[in-house]
Structures are given as structure tokens and as C-alpha cells.
């Protein structure tokens, strides 16, 4: 596969004489570091993972979140694969990734493992689920900045369900409840060790100060791909001008919260609450039990941003075109549309890695 048009946009049907175009192209590292991981992902297969099997995994993914025409895109691309039980069970991994990954286990990479698959093969799977999410979200996202209708897929967006095992696979201390204290994470498979990177690889891990992490030294299994979404995460996050970045870290939070992720929570809401000097409302939304509506008692500005990343996070996602009117009511021009839309979306393909390679923990002088 070699192609280098923007595919999102295409599939988005964005004007290039569009304001949005040029929001896009304000933040052109996102846009040209979302196009890499696509072209990471599914330009060559590997032994232990055909092109073939990627893009039908793809494309069956797309089809969960109602991505019709991204789905269409995968497809076109996808002959006729053995229907074997190894497959089987990486299609069993991808739905529960898409719809339901807090309630991944360590069982379930271990049954996939048994099965023949490489941990290589494990997390470049993982990735294709979580990023095909990330991308599905982004073409909805677009076309209702665009002015475009959509289909309304009346799913409900919420607080979603989390971890309550008072212990980890490993008998660590785990987290409960949402919370802005540092929290650690481990593997479920075996990240890379760094002696087995070769002296550019370690170059990049040190880059971007992922040497010393077990979560990025696991993702660097298939290291192309954990460059390209690097660069995209900071692309979203680390840019001047348009939304300030305690909201976008909030919209991060917000996602962490309907997919039931503790770990990324935890990262996010503090850094919303510090950048924000709001840490009360902070702690409100992470304080929202399973079901309840994540902007309550919030400010109006709040309120509308905090509901469209719910709902852009819901799977299938409903964010819908009456909830960008309500953002443009509140101020927000297009640039600021797309940080906070790219700032949800991203968390659409974190947290389904952090769930579902491994687990949080709490740290042993946090928990005395």
C-alpha cells in the first residue's frame, strides 16, 4: 500500500478551501503523523501477521463503530482469509477492545499467545483495534464540523463501568476508583527489553523518553507505529493557539472516563485541574458513578465540551451536529473544534491499549 493522499479527509469529504482544512493544516504533525500510523500499520504485513488479516480486522472494526465508508475502504482492500480458529480469536479480541476493553484480562492474551500468536503480533493487533477506533471517531467528528448530516447511532453517552479487583495479576495494589494521584502500570506480556532494541531504536526510544517505560517498551514491539502515534499525540496536545490545553487534557479525561480507563484518568484530570486551577470540578466529573452524566455541575463552557467527548467516545459514537452548535455557542472557532474533537479521539486509542495489555497499580509509598 502506498498511498500518501490524506485518507481521513477524503473519507470526511473536507473542502479543501474549508475552514476546517485550515485548522487541519494548522495542525499539520496531527494530520500528517495520523496518515503515518495508518501507512504503519497496513503499507506491509509481517510473518506472524499478514496484511490481509490487518485490513479484514480493520475493516470489521470500522463496521462496529458504523464507520460505513471507512469500512468500505478496508474492505476493498481485504481477499478471502482462512476462517481459523486462531483468527477467530483475534476478531474475539477486537470486539471486546472496540466495545468493551475494560473488561479485558490477562487470560486473554495468554489464549491468544497459546493460539500462535507472537507478542509482536499481540500488540500490532491491538494497535490496528485502537487506532481503526481513533480514526472512526475522527471521520464523524469531521463531518459535523463540516456542516455534514450523520447518522444518529442513539448510543448513550456516560460514566462507563471500571476495574474494582483490589489487586493486580500480580498482587499489586490496584486502583478502585478514579483519581488524580500517580499511578503505576504493568504488562501483561513481556515488554521488549531495551538490550534487544538495536542503536537506532534505543535512539528513538530515548527521543521521545520512552526508555525507561515498560508501556512504550511494550509498544515498541512494533516500534514504526509507536513512533507515528507518538508524533500524533503530541501533534494533538503539545500545540500553540486554539483550545487551551486544560481542555483538551479534560476531553482526555472524559474519555478515560466512559471507557473506564484509571490509569489515563489519572494523568489527564490532574493535569486538567492543574492547568485549569479547577481541581473541585475535576474532581466532580471523576467522581461521576457508572451511568451518570459526566457534565453536571459544570460550568456552560464545560458542559458542551465535556458531552461532545462523551459522546464522540461512546461506541458506536453519537456525538451529534446540535452539540457542535452548542460548542460554537460557547465560542469555540474551527481550530478549537478540532483540538477538542482530536483530543477525544486519541483517547479512543489510548485507552484501549493501556485496558487490554495490562493494568494499573498503586504504587507501594502511595499505598501506607
Known sequence: MTQTTDLLAQLADIDPASPLAAARQQRDAATRHSQGSYLALFSNGSTDFPLQQRLAVAAQVASWHQEDQLAAH?????????????????????QRLTFQPVSATAEHLVILQQAGWTPDAIVTLSQIIAFVSFQSRLVRG??????????????AFSAGEWHHQPQTQ?????????????????????????????????????????????????????????????????GIFYTSAGLPRAERELAA???SKVNGC???ASVHARKAAQLSKQPEAVQRLLDTPPGGQLSAQQSSRWQAEIDFAAAISATPASASAQQIQQLRAEGLNELELLDLLQSAAFFAWANRLMLTLGEPFIPAEHNQ
Do not use: M
Not at 469531521?142 to 448510543?155: K, M, N, Q
Not at 537506532?200 to 530515548?206: F, N, S
Open 74 to 94: 478496508y474492505a476493498s482492500q481485504t481477499a478471502s482469509i482462512p476462517q481459523n480458529a486462531a483468527y477467530q480469536l483475534a476478531l474475539d479480541h477486537a
Open 170 to 234: 500480580t498482587g499489586k495494589a490496584a486502583p478502585v476508583r478514579f483519581t488524580t494521584a500517580e499511578l503505576g502500570w504493568e504488562p501483561w506480556i513481556a515488554a521488549k527489553p531495551l538490550a534487544e532494541y538495536d542503536a537506532e531504536q534505543q535512539q528513538t526510544l530515548a527521543r521521545f523518553g520512552h526508555t525507561d517505560s515498560d508501556y512504550f517498551r511494550l509498544l515498541g514491539r512494533n516500534l514504526p507505529v509507536l513512533e507515528q502515534r507518538t508524533l500524533t499525540d503530541k
Open 262 to 264: 484509571i490509569f489515563c
Open 142 to 155: 469531521y463531518r459535523l464540523i463540516s456542516g455534514y448530516s450523520v447518522t444518529d447511532s442513539h448510543t
Open 253 to 255: 479525561a472524559v474519555a
